[in-house]
């Protein structure tokens, strides 16, 4: 079955340092994994995914995301934090095996809080 | 002009009523979504249409009931609604099955 993990409920960065935020998954197939972020009473925005191909995915504001098969993980990073990414952050898997839906497993979300 | 749009905003309401949240996207998407944020904001899918077609049909009570008039349109109605109904109810659309999504603004349901 498929699984997406988050095992960091909150991460603290200072402005302008480097942040990472964790995301391990596990399907039967190859992965499609996604990230979103949600801001205080909005919606899930898309920041990026991986599907095949480069490793490394680039993303909007900046956030980048390094795709790991041994390692089964996708984290998310950004060389250089600012007090606006403080939000919700989520990782989600599609898997990309026959027959999907398109159904994502969302993992359980990991708060970034970032301070001047 | 917002891509996915969702009304009510806010829902407040008895336990026991029947209640309808409806969404309308204006992307041209073929696939939308209707997902339940529970109070420990954990995202789970309920729903999903392609093409006015049911896709996805979770473990969801027969109590709520996707409604998809077109292609822009999904609507969720939930009849006898009990308190553990009490969440945020975000509506998505994508392009196709698989592509990333784009999320309403999330509809609050309180019930008393």
């Known amino acids: 079955a498929q699984s997406v993990a988050q095992p960091e409920d909150q991460v603290n960065v200072a402005e302008g340092n480097p942040l990472t935020v964790k995301c391990t998954y596990s399907v039967s197939g190859n992965p499609y994994l996604f990230w979103y972020v949600q801001y205080p009473n909005r919606g899930l925005q898309f920041l990026l995914k991986?599907?095949?191909?480069?490793?490394l995915v680039k993303g909007s504001y900046g956030f980048e995301a390094e795709f790991n098969k041994s390692q089964t993980s996708f984290h998310l990073k950004k060389p250089s934090a600012l007090v606006s990414d403080s939000a919700l952050y989520f990782c989600?898997?599609?898997?990309?095996?026959?027959?999907?839906?398109?159904?994502?497993?969302f993992g359980q979300g990991t708060t970034l809080q970032v301070k001047p | 002009d917002t891509a996915v749009s969702q009304t009510p905003k806010y829902l407040v309401t008895q336990m026991g009523n029947d209640k309808s949240i409806k969404c309308e996207q204006n992307l041209g998407h073929d696939t939308m979504y209707w997902y339940k944020q529970d109070s420990k904001k954990f995202l789970k899918i309920m729903f999903s249409?392609?093409?006015?077609?049911?896709?996805i049909n979770e473990t969801v009570p027969n109590r709520f009931s996707p409604k998809s008039p077109d292609k822009a349109h999904l609507n969720l109605h939930i009849n006898s609604l009990e308190l553990g109904d009490s969440a945020v109810y975000f509506c998505?659309?994508?392009?196709?099955?698989?592509?990333?999504?784009?999320f309403g603004d999330g509809t609050r349901l309180s019930i008393l």
């Open positions: 991986y599907i095949t191909g480069d490793n």
């Open positions: 989600a898997v599609r898997d990309g095996g026959s027959g999907n839906t398109g159904k994502l497993i």
């Open positions: 998505a659309s994508s392009q196709m099955l698989g592509q990333p999504q784009h």
């Open positions: 249409y392609n093409n006015k077609e049911l896709i």
